[in-house]
C-alpha cells in the first residue's frame, strides 16, 4: 500500500489518472504491460466487458487487473466496487483475450483499489467461475 492524491477533475480524468497510477506501481512491482482498456462490445451482458491492464507477472502468469478509485473508503471502499456483476464482465474479456492466444499461460484476477491517497494491490482478488 502507497499513498497518493488524485486530482481534482472529471470522473473520467480521476479514472484515468488512477490507471496510471496503478500501472506504475504494477510496473515497479516487476510486472510487464501486455495490453491496456481491452474491451468487447458486446456479450452475455448488454455492455460486453472490458479490463483495464493486461499484465504479465515474471513467472509467465497472466494478470488481468480491474482498477477502482474513490475518494474515500466510505460505502466499502474502492476493493468493494467490484461487484460480482463488474467480476462476470471482466471474466468474459479475459476469456475473449485469451482465445487469441496459442498456449495458455496460468491466469489471475487482481484488482488495484486506490480509496483517497492510499493505493492496495490486492492480488488474486477473484477467481473466474468453473
Same mark, same amino acid.
Given at each position: 500500500?502507497? $499513498?497518493? @492524491?488524485? =486530482?481534482?477533475?472529471?470522473?473520467?480524468?480521476? @479514472? *484515468?489518472?488512477?490507471?496510471?497510477?496503478?500501472?506504475?506501481?504494477?510496473?515497479?512491482?516487476?510486472?510487464?504491460?501486455?495490453?491496456?482498456?481491452? +474491451?468487447? %462490445?458486446?456479450?452475455?451482458?448488454?455492455? #460486453?466487458?472490458?479490463?483495464?491492464?493486461?499484465? $504479465?507477472?515474471? *513467472? #509467465?502468469?497472466?494478470?488481468?487487473?480491474?482498477? +477502482?478509485? =474513490?475518494? @474515500? *473508503?466510505?460505502?466499502?471502499?474502492?476493493?468493494?466496487?467490484?461487484?460480482?456483476?463488474?467480476?462476470?464482465?471482466?471474466?468474459?474479456? %479475459?476469456?475473449?483475450?485469451?482465445?487469441?492466444?496459442?498456449?495458455?499461460?496460468?491466469?489471475?484476477?487482481?484488482?488495484?483499489?486506490? *480509496?483517497?491517497?492510499?493505493?492496495?494491490?490486492?492480488? %488474486?482478488?477473484?477467481?473466474?467461475?468453473?
Amino acid at each position: 500500500m502507497f $499513498k497518493v @492524491g488524485l =486530482r481534482d477533475q472529471s470522473t473520467k480524468g480521476r @479514472g *484515468d489518472e488512477a490507471e496510471e497510477l496503478a500501472l506504475r506501481h504494477l510496473l515497479r512491482q516487476g510486472l510487464a504491460l501486455v495490453r491496456r482498456n481491452y +474491451r468487447v %462490445a458486446r456479450g452475455p451482458h448488454a455492455r #460486453g466487458g472490458e479490463v483495464d491492464l493486461i499484465m $504479465k507477472a515474471a *513467472d #509467465g502468469t497472466l494478470v488481468f487487473v480491474e482498477v +477502482r478509485a =474513490r475518494r @474515500g *473508503d466510505s460505502h466499502g471502499g474502492a476493493a468493494a466496487s467490484v461487484t460480482g456483476l463488474k467480476q462476470r464482465r471482466i471474466v468474459y474479456a %479475459a476469456q475473449h483475450f485469451l482465445q487469441r492466444l496459442a498456449n495458455m499461460p496460468p491466469c489471475r484476477f487482481d484488482v488495484v483499489a486506490i *480509496d483517497g491517497d492510499t493505493v492496495q494491490w490486492l492480488q %488474486a482478488a477473484f477467481d473466474a467461475p468453473a
